[in-house]
Structure formats: structure tokens, C-alpha cells
């Protein structure tokens, strides 16, 4: 100092300037931002640019931290890790709803029985098992008879537990049974009822004169022409429709039933204007018809006994009611005025089973609100019964038919 040579340069400080860090952290969070594939937060960009406008760009270079160094700014590493996993968790959330709503879809206990290996799945079939009891043999014997799938086969045995029982068409069958033995003490006749002159008088059959009490469309199920055609009907709605409701429910099954007994009677008013309409056979030809189409439909799949001989003698028992019914419909009348029942019920119900019927029994416990061809059907049902209503209110005067009088 005093010999008047130049002041010694002082040396850098070993920490950097606050322009210098600033500069630094700024980098340090853009090279983490690019290889996390994230964005920088918002606060911590808004930090870092009011750090770096404190000090002057073009007095201070930037610095870049050496390799050793440690960044000082841990809790911004925190932030940035917690970012990235709540992001993972998100998107991993995101593909699930998704593969959720385009999945064909079960329930919540089907899919928690497939989670937690119900039951071992994978293992030996339902049908090698031993040591089962009569009820059980029974169900195991139902979920053979309907169910396609080994799969759900075990997982209706492991969950029906006869709560609530097949109570649907057993009320149906005893309450047909309860009108035509009333019909038959009244009449005093109890084969061939339909030829009874006082038979039409009866306040639940369908008649075209009477089409506007909208019950009968309904009510006439319980009316049947005489012993022999009750005795198939109930024989058939029993053996098909009760497993049937023990596999899908009564909400499911009886739904089928009724659309078939509605589409029976609007098919007749169509088809058959001039005559009336007495039976079950449109709900019983919805249920047997969509069975069978199922049961064509996976063959491979269904394990039932003597599946070959089963669906033969179901055809060949809708064919000879089917044909009793035409030779009833065109055997003269014992009332000239008005012919007997129609068969036409008999085509609307089998046209309902193998479509609206085969949707439901094929989609064993899914939900059917998920399934296009269920709204294709339910569509075009809706589409025939708005058809049907128009056509009673307006066709027959236009036609100008010569109606039955009213009995």
C-alpha cells in the first residue's frame, strides 16, 4: 500500500452473491422442471424473478452451482416431489373411472368376489365338487341349467341364498290356477271353457269391443280356454321361469313376462282385430323363447344334461300349444258372432323373448343401462306399443271392420 503499487485484487468470497444464487436456483428448478416433465409452480417462479430483479443482470454473470454442491433450496425439492406423485395419483385415477365407464361393468360384490379370489375361481369346476347337500345340489343344478359361464356359475352358488325365493311366478301360477277353478265351478265346465256361452261375459279376458278398458290388455293371463291349455302354460312357466328367477331376480324375469303379455295382446288387436284374447302364453313364450335363444346362442358354454333333448322337447311342446291354438282360433264358434280366442299372443311374446329376453338373460348381474343392444330393443318396444295405442284409436273406424257385439 504505502510503495504505491496496485491494490491486490480481493479474493471471491466463498459465498456467492445473492444475484449469483438467485441466477442459480433458477436454473436448478428449470433443469428439475425438465426432466420431471413438470411446470414450475407458479409461487416459486414469482420468488425466483423478484430475486433475480433485485440485483442488476449485467453486473454479475451467472454462475453455475459445481457439481458437489448440494442446492440449498430443499423445501422447493419437496414441493416439487409431492407435485409429481399427487400428479401420478391423478392420472392413475383418471385411467381408472375411464376403464370403468367403457368396461362392461358388474356389480360391486361381483367384482369384489373377483378381487379377493372368491372361492378360488381358477380352481376345479362347480360339478367335481362333493359332499353338497340337496339344496345345494339344487342351485348348482339351476346355475348349470341357465347360466353360460363357469364363472358366474360359482359366483351364483356362492351368493344365492334363496332370500328373497322365485316369488314372481309362483304368484303368477297360483293365482291362474285360483281364477280358472272359479270359472269352472261357475260354468260348471272345466275342458274347453272358451266355448261356454257365459265365457266372454267375464270382466278380465281381452275383447275388441271392450279394447278401451286398458286393464284387459293386461288381465287376460288369467283367463285360460280350458284345462289343457292351462296345464302346459303353468307347467312351462315353472319349469323355465322359476330357475330363471332365481338366477336373474324377479325385477328381471317378471319385467320379460309382462312385456310379453302386453305385446300379445297389442299383437292380436294388430293382427287379429275381430277376436279376443284369453291365456299366459305370451308372458310363458317370452321366458321359454329367450331361454332357448341363450341357450343356442352358447352352446359351447352351457353345461346342462341333455341340453339337446331339453330344447327339442321345449320346441316340440310350444309347437303343440302353439297349434291347439290355431285349431281353436278356426274351429267354429258355439257363438257365431264371435270366434274364438286368437294364437297371434303367441308370436308377440316369442318376438319380445328373443329380443328384449335375450339382452337380459345373457347380461347375468350387469348393469343393462350399459348395453346398446338393450336400448336398441327397448326402443323399438316403445316404437310398437305407441304403434299399437294409435292403431286402437284410429284404425278400426277407418277399416270399417265388422266387430264382434260386445258380450
Known amino acids: 500500500m504505502g510503495d504505491g503499487s496496485p491494490p491486490e485484487p480481493s479474493r471471491a468470497s466463498s459465498h456467492p452473491s445473492p444475484a449469483v444464487a438467485a441466477s442459480a436456483e433458477a436454473e436448478a428448478?428449470?433443469?428439475?422442471?425438465?426432466?420431471?416433465?413438470?411446470?414450475?409452480a407458479a409461487e416459486d417462479n414469482d420468488r425466483v424473478g423478484r430475486n433475480q430483479s433485485s440485483a442488476s443482470p449485467t453486473c454479475c454473470p451467472k454462475a453455475k452451482l459445481p457439481n458437489h454442491q448440494p442446492l440449498t433450496e430443499q423445501p422447493l425439492l419437496s414441493r416439487i416431489q409431492c407435485d409429481t406423485s399427487r400428479g401420478q395419483k391423478h392420472t392413475r385415477?383418471?385411467?381408472?373411472?375411464?376403464?370403468?365407464?367403457?368396461?362392461?361393468?358388474?356389480?360391486?360384490s361381483f367384482r369384489q368376489a373377483i378381487l379377493q379370489g372368491n372361492r378360488r375361481l381358477c380352481s376345479k369346476a362347480l360339478l367335481e365338487e362333493t359332499g353338497l347337500s340337496l339344496s345345494q345340489r339344487l342351485i348348482r343344478h339351476v346355475a348349470y341349467e341357465t347360466l353360460p359361464r363357469e364363472i358366474d356359475r360359482k359366483w351364483y352358488y356362492d351368493s344365492y341364498t334363496c332370500c328373497p325365493p322365485p316369488w314372481f311366478m309362483i304368484a303368477i301360477t297360483i293365482v291362474e290356477v285360483a281364477f280358472f277353478l272359479y270359472n269352472g265351478v261357475v260354468l260348471d265346465r272345466f275342458v274347453l271353457q272358451v266355448t261356454h256361452?257365459?265365457?266372454?261375459?267375464?270382466?278380465?279376458?281381452?275383447?275388441?269391443?271392450?279394447r278401451a278398458q286398458a286393464w284387459r290388455y293386461l288381465t287376460y293371463i288369467f283367463m285360460h280356454a280350458g284345462i289343457e291349455h292351462l296345464g302346459l302354460n303353468v307347467v312351462l312357466q315353472l319349469v323355465v321361469g322359476v330357475p330363471l328367477e332365481m338366477v336373474h331376480g324377479a325385477a328381471r324375469i317378471g319385467f320379460v313376462y309382462i312385456a310379453g303379455v302386453l305385446a300379445g295382446s297389442l299383437a292380436v288387436s294388430i293382427a287379429d282385430m275381430t277376436a279376443p284374447v284369453v291365456g299366459s302364453s305370451g308372458g310363458v313364450y317370452a321366458l321359454v323363447s329367450a331361454h332357448?335363444?341363450?341357450?343356442?346362442?352358447?352352446?359351447?358354454?352351457m353345461k346342462?344334461?341333455?341340453?339337446?333333448?331339453?330344447?327339442?322337447?321345449?320346441?316340440?311342446?310350444?309347437?303343440?300349444?302353439?297349434?291347439?291354438?290355431?285349431?281353436?282360433?278356426f274351429y267354429p264358434s258355439a257363438?257365431?258372432?264371435c270366434p274364438h280366442p286368437s294364437f297371434v299372443a303367441h308370436l308377440g311374446g316369442v318376438a319380445v323373448g328373443i329380443t328384449l329376453g335375450v339382452v337380459i338373460l345373457r347380461n347375468y348381474e350387469q348393469?343393462?343401462?350399459?348395453?346398446?343392444?338393450?336400448?336398441?330393443?327397448?326402443?323399438?318396444?316403445?316404437?310398437?306399443?305407441?304403434?299399437?295405442?294409435?292403431?286402437?284409436i284410429f284404425a278400426y273406424s277407418l277399416l270399417d271392420l265388422k266387430l264382434p257385439p260386445p258380450p
Open 292 to 301: 332357448l335363444a341363450n341357450i343356442v346362442m352358447n352352446w359351447s358354454g
Open 93 to 108: 385415477k383418471h385411467w381408472k373411472a375411464l376403464f370403468d365407464q367403457m368396461s362392461n361393468k358388474r356389480s360391486n
Open 335 to 337: 257363438y257365431p258372432p
Open 197 to 210: 256361452p257365459l265365457y266372454l261375459k267375464n270382466s278380465l279376458l281381452y275383447h275388441p269391443q271392450l
Open 29 to 40: 428448478i428449470e433443469v428439475l422442471g425438465a426432466e420431471d416433465g413438470l411446470p414450475m
Open 367 to 392: 348393469r343393462l343401462q350399459d348395453q346398446s343392444l338393450w336400448w336398441i330393443f327397448s326402443s323399438m318396444y316403445v316404437v310398437f306399443v305407441l304403434f299399437a295405442i294409435f292403431w286402437n
Open 304 to 329: 346342462c344334461q341333455f341340453k339337446l333333448l331339453r330344447v327339442a322337447v321345449a320346441l316340440i311342446c310350444m309347437s303343440f300349444e302353439f297349434g291347439r291354438a290355431v285349431w281353436l282360433r
